[in-house]
C-alpha cells in the first residue's frame, strides 16, 4: 500500500525543518497561541523581524495584529523588530500581503508560524500566493505545537482535533477555487526547497 499525496504533504509539512530567515509571520487566530512560538524563534535568532498579520476583530478566537502587538512585547520581542500587516482579512489575504513584503523587501525566506491545525491549509495559500506573485522564496512552516487537540478550547473554537477536520474541509473547497496549491505541487515544492 502507498501513501496518498495528502498523506505525504501531511508528514513533509508536519517535520519541515528550521532554517535561519528574514521574517517570522504570525498569521492571527487561535487567541494569542501563535504569538508565543513567534517571540520564542525570535529569541532562538531564527529571523530578525516578526510580522503579525491580520486585522479580524472577532475576539477571543480572532484578535487583530494591534491587539496582538501587546502580548508579542511581553514576551521580550522589541517594537523595532516588529511589522504590523493589518489589511487581511483571512489566510488568502493574509498570503497576498505578506508576498507583497517578500517583494518590497527583497525576502529570500520566511518561517510561517500558525497552530498546528491551520498548517496545512495556510502552507498551501501561501505557495500560491507566491507562485501568483511570480516569487520563489523559502517558505519555512514552524506551528505552535504546544497545543492541545482534544480540550474543548473557547479561543480555538472548539476541540483543535475536529477544528483539523474542517481545515482539510476547507482544503477541498479552495482547491476548486484555485485558492491553494495541491499537495502534489506542495511535494514538488518540498523537494525544491530542500535542495536550496
Known amino acids: 500500500m502507498s501513501l496518498s499525496a495528502r498523506e505525504k504533504f501531511i508528514a513533509m509539512v508536519s517535520n519541515d525543518r528550521l532554517k535561519k530567515s528574514e521574517a517570522i509571520i504570525i498569521l492571527e487566530g487561535d487567541g494569542l497561541n501563535r504569538v508565543a512560538e513567534g517571540a520564542r524563534l525570535y529569541k532562538d535568532g531564527w529571523a530578525p523581524l516578526v510580522v503579525i498579520s491580520g486585522g479580524i476583530d472577532k475576539p477571543p478566537h480572532s484578535l487583530p495584529a494591534k491587539k496582538m502587538l501587546p502580548a508579542l512585547l511581553s514576551f ?3 517594537e523595532r523588530a516588529i511589522f504590523l500587516e493589518e489589511r487581511s482579512m483571512n489566510t488568502r489575504e493574509q498570503a497576498v500581503e505578506i508576498m507583497k513584503l517578500v517583494k518590497e523587501r527583497k525576502w529570500r525566506s520566511i518561517i510561517l508560524v500558525a497552530s498546528h491545525y491551520h ?3 495556510s ?3 501561501f505557495l500560491k500566493a507566491m507562485n501568483e506573485a511570480g516569487l520563489k522564496i523559502l517558505i519555512i512552516v514552524a506551528p505552535e505545537r ?15 482535533v475536529d477544528v483539523l477536520e474542517t481545515e482539510f474541509e476547507k482544503i477541498e473547497t479552495y482547491k476548486a477555487s484555485g485558492h491553494i496549491v495541491s499537495f502534489e505541487e506542495a511535494i514538488e515544492y518540498q523537494e525544491w526547497k530542500e535542495n536550496n
Open 76 to 78: 521580550g520581542v522589541p
Open 146 to 160: 504546544n497545543l492541545s487537540w482534544f480540550a474543548d478550547e473557547q479561543d480555538a473554537g472548539g476541540r483543535r
Open 119 to 121: 498548517q496545512y491549509r
Open 123 to 125: 502552507y498551501l495559500t
